[in-house]
């Protein structure tokens, strides 16, 4: 083979090799120009899902084309030069020919172990996206929550739970001003739950809830109030580190943060009647 198709040859191989890396690192790079600076999250135009790529591709032509071209004229050049020794200009060629074939190996293997992190990557989430769907399956939720008034004027609630995952749970409610979005009433039981369930009664006194809203809301006295009020009531499990270690970062965030769909909630109106006096007594209204 003359020396100059050597050199052709490891031109080639050098194509091979660079041709691809620039046509990734333009594409990429003008993906991110047209992501930071032109379109962000907002849609795409369709001629980008043609035109991107036909970069990339016109890139890789021409990176080719131009180690192709250079390789073909160094080695007519060296041909010349080679003509009383061609062994060593040979062995040039094979080195030459030998650098861009083991870095394609090299970045082929890195390729491939890349793949093969990113595929237990995807099939560790799925295994904590199952623990954690079948927890969110499981869990208790909240299946009835009924008020009733005393002959006071009290509030008496019972919520209803009902699930397959027994355990500890934790049950929070609390009473809203539905005008105001002001919280003026609350409390955190702990629950054990079994396979059947359980419910749980408890008394949100009227008499509390009006000293709350005179005090949190309330500019002065002598007002009379009449609207509803809103009982929230949010059940969720009880979860140790260990546990939520299993879920998705995603979840546990969530789960941090204090919405996760783990908590489960019901809530229910109910109408207050009051009147504060100039004094600051309350004054209760007939239910």
Not at 36 to 60: C, E, K, N, Q, S
Not at 63 to 68: M, T
Not at 119 to 125: D, F, K, Q, R, V
Request: glycine share 8%; charged share 25%; with cysteine.
């Amino acid at each position: 083979m003359r020396v100059g198709n050597g050199y052709l040859l490891a031109g080639v191989a050098w194509a091979l090799f660079l041709a691809p890396v620039a046509a990734y690192g333009v594409v990429g790079l003008l993906a991110g120009v047209l992501w930071l600076y032109v379109f962000g999250d907002d849609p795409w135009p369709p001629a980008t899902d043609w035109a991107i790529p036909f970069v990339g591709l016109i890139v890789f032509i021409s990176v080719a084309a131009c180690c192709i071209y250079l390789a073909h004229r160094y080695g007519r050049q060296k041909e010349i030069e080679a003509d009383g020794a061609p062994r060593r200009e040979w062995r040039r060629i094979y080195l030459v020919t030998m650098v861009p074939l083991v870095l394609i190996a090299l970045t082929a293997f890195s390729l491939h172990q890349r793949s093969i992190r990113q595929a237990e990557a995807i099939a560790a989430t799925e295994r904590q996206q199952a623990v954690f769907d079948d927890l969110l399956k499981t869990r208790h939720t909240i299946s009835g929550l009924d008020l009733r008034r005393t002959h006071e004027g009290d509030v008496e609630a019972r919520v209803t739970m009902s699930g397959d995952r027994q355990g500890r749970y934790r049950l929070h409610w609390q009473v809203n001003s539905t005008v105001y979005g002001e919280v003026l009433s609350g409390e955190l039981q702990n629950l054990g739950l079994d396979l059947e369930g359980g419910e749980l009664d408890f008394e949100v006194p009227i008499v509390e809830l009006a000293r709350s809203y005179r005090d949190t809301i309330l500019d002065g006295s002598g007002v009379a109030v009449d609207e509803p009020f809103e009982l929230v009531v949010t059940l969720f499990p009880e979860i140790d580190a260990d546990e939520a270690e299993a879920w998705p970062a995603f979840e546990r965030y969530r789960w941090e943060r204090g919405d996760s769909p783990l908590r489960n909630s019901a809530a229910a109106e109910f109408q207050v009647r009051f009147r504060v006096g100039h004094d600051g007594t309350i004054e209760l209204s007939a239910p």
